[in-house]
């Protein structure tokens, strides 16, 4: 151990600890300072227990054992069957659980040619079932048994196959407990379609693959009462986490919007037979739309786009592929930019129906598969931006029919108060007033109705406005606007990051009144939002789309002269907000605004900041003979100080 002339006296290390923790306090804190000290002194610990934690020999045979009895839990579940008498499982109903080995192509034609194809899977379910087949695909609601226990139960529903399909993951987030059928017939309503006209539906979509999920595209082919192929719901996912689903009916499409030429030396004779398919009728849906989602940073998100599908379950719903799909891009001005294609890679395979060998054996060959998709997607994406030079096309914000990404942390923090203002606003409205409002970017996105007093008892007219965020992105720039009436307004026309129904109403809860005063009883408090004051700056405006080539033109930001004390959402926090709430929205204002000074406005930048300056300090504390001391302090402060929501 170090002697006192070589480190700090305790009156010195004391206050740096006190410090330390007042910052930063947290369990991951007192691990750091206690690796730092056990590697700065001669403890048993730093001598004996290390070298056993992360070189012995025991610790990686244990782990070697654990892994290896884990996979052949896996493999003994392969062997499982539904329980007799369980038809939910078994399936009675038109359709049947199958893995579709599929070749993705793509052949891109303007501006610039370039082509490839890989392996890709995906697995095909009737809407409606849940189970398990044969212990290889598994479909459930997200009420099964979650984490590791999910993956030890055997012979139950509660099960997951080594391909798992979570209602949870589809068209709108959340609501998993209505099952694919609910989620899809709720779907349809906001189509304004009946879902009786289609009573059966088969999704083909790429499975999470042992808790592992990248599905660019998902297929919900929806049949009539005679088991025809009607209709079709095309879900697209980027790889930004927004979504956008498209109901496609049956509809004839102009040869000019098929978006290639029958001579191109870039496609085969078969993509050409593809995207014109010479099927007998009904089993072939063809139909065109407006592009209205980023997908490739490489596309604009002008342009159209037109599908030509097989019914892989023809005739009646009793086949077994092939999948055979089309998706061809036009460009705005009318040129054929890229034609992506899923084409079988041999016979499609029943779970029920397959033998442990050829089990094992499927999972031998394609197993890899999920997990190269994107970085297959990676790779082409540098090809296309540094050999093809393809300008870069920067992601706009989604559009009303949309879903947007989830929230990162601090929106996701910001999302609850800002609603809680918002209810606050109405309920101060004195006119009768109904918002229904819907958050953008939480794992279940519900809709929430808030009425004014005069609403609430009961007007005859009460005027509606639906409050629909597009991306979350928008809880974060709030915070920075000192007036709600230009919040709102601004988000609204400029950056596009909310959609009101009738924007006229907003000035009938969101007035343009005078910023409250500063006044609070903590003495924490006081300084940081006086400080959160001189920070705040109006945000800029987002500029989209534009390529790689393009810069902003718009002038430089206006100073706002504009004399104000704090807005009134800090007013807000501070008189009606939690102790909690309150910290957690003064510690996310805070470091939105100083990451905006030292760190690019780049949040994840200032933690990895915050993180070597943490990591700096344990080090240093850890070189006093007190460090023993200073980790039982942070043990303790972890124990007593409420940090999980506030950081």
């Known amino acids: 151990m170090a002697g006192p002339s070589s ?19 947290g369990l991951f804190d007192a691990l750091l300072l206690t690796l730092f000290t056990a590697a700065r002194h001669d403890h048993d610990f730093a001598r004996y227990l290390w070298p056993a934690l992360f070189h012995g020999v025991a610790a990686k045979i244990a782990i070697s054992a654990a892994f290896t009895l884990f996979l052949l839990f896996l493999i003994l579940r392969l062997t499982t069957r539904p329980p007799r008498g369980d038809t939910k499982q078994q399936w009675i109903g038109p359709g049947k659980v199958l893995l579709f080995p599929c070749k993705t192509t793509h052949s891109r034609m303007f501006p610039r040619k370039h082509s490839f194809s890989y392996s890709y899977i995906v697995v095909g379910v009737p809407v409606g079932w849940e189970g398990n087949a044969g212990g290889l695909v598994s479909v459930g609601k997200g009420n099964r048994t979650s984490g590791l226990l999910s993956w030890f139960s055997l012979g139950s529903q509660a099960q997951k196959g080594w391909y798992d399909i979570d209602a949870g993951d589809y068209l709108e987030r959340g609501n998993a407990e209505l099952g694919l059928r609910g989620k899809l017939d709720s779907y349809l309503r906001t189509q304004g379609a009946d879902p009786a006209t289609y009573p059966h539906a088969y999704l083909v979509t790429a499975a999470r693959f042992l808790g592992y999920h990248f599905n660019p595209v998902s297929f919900w082919y929806l049949y009539d009462a005679e088991k025809s192929l009607a209709a079709m719901v095309l879900e697209v996912n980027n790889t930004f986490g927004e979504r956008r689903a498209y109901f496609l009916t049956p509809g004839d499409v102009l040869p000019n919007q098929l978006g290639y030429d029958p ?8 993509q050409v037979t593809s995207a014109q398919p010479s099927a007998p009728p009904r089993t072939v849906l063809k139909q065109s739309w407006p592009k209205d989602f980023h997908v490739s940073p490489f596309n604009s998100r002008k342009g159209s786009y037109s599908l030509a599908a097989s019914d892989p379950l023809s005739p009646f719903m009793q086949g077994t592929g092939p999948i055979n799909n089309s998706i061809n891009l036009v460009s705005s001005k009318g ?19 397959m033998t442990l060998f050829e089990k094992l054996k499927f999972l031998t060959v394609w197993w890899w598969v999920g997990f190269l998709t994107f970085p297959r997607i990676v790779k082409e994406a540098g090809v296309l931006f540094f050999r093809r030079k393809l300008h870069v096309w920067f992601r706009p914000e989604p559009l009303k029919e949309s879903l947007g990404r989830m929230a990162d942390s601090t929106e996701s923090q910001l999302e609850p108060i800002f609603k809680r203002y918002l209810r606050h606003l109405i309920e101060q409205s004195t006119v009768p007033l109904a918002v229904k409002y819907t958050p953008c970017g939480l794992p279940q996105n519900t809709v929430e109705l808030m009425l004014s007093p005069a609403a609430r008892d009961g007007a005859d007219t009460v005027e509606e406005l639906e409050f629909k965020v597009l991306t979350p992105v928008f809880y974060a720039r709030f915070v920075y606007y000192a007036h709600d009436l230009e919040a709102f307004f601004c988000e609204l026309n400029e950056s596009c990051t909310i959609w009101l129904s009738r924007p006229d109403l907003l000035p009938k809860f969101a007035l343009k009144k005078p910023s409250p005063t500063l006044s609070s009883s903590s003495f924490t408090d006081y300084p940081i939002f006086k400080l959160i004051q001189t920070l705040r700056v109006r945000p800029e405006r987002i500029v989209r789309p534009l390529t790689s ?4 033109t718009e002038a430089p930001r206006p100073a706002d002269i504009r004399g104000f004390r704090i807005s009134s959402m800090d007013g807000y926090a501070l008189a009606h907000e939690t102790t909690l709430a309150k910290e957690a929205y003064r510690r996310c204002v805070m470091k939105l605004f100083v990451a905006d000074r030292i760190a690019f406005g780049l949040v994840p930048l200032l933690e990895v900041q915050r993180f070597v300056v943490q990591a700096w300090l344990a080090w240093r504390i850890s070189a006093s003979e007190y460090a023993a001391l200073s980790v039982l302090f942070l043990y303790a402060m972890d124990l007593i100080l409420p940090q999980p929501l506030a950081k």
């Open 549 to 552: 080539s393009a810069t902003p």
């Open 7 to 25: 480190s700090p006296s305790l009156l010195a290390v004391v206050p740096v600890a006190v410090a330390f923790c007042s910052l930063y306090a």
């Open 335 to 353: 040129h054929g930019k890229l034609v992506a294609r899923l084409i079988p890679d041999g016979a499609a395979l029943d779970p029920l129906s």
């Open 263 to 270: 001579n191109s030396p870039t496609l085969g004779n078969d």
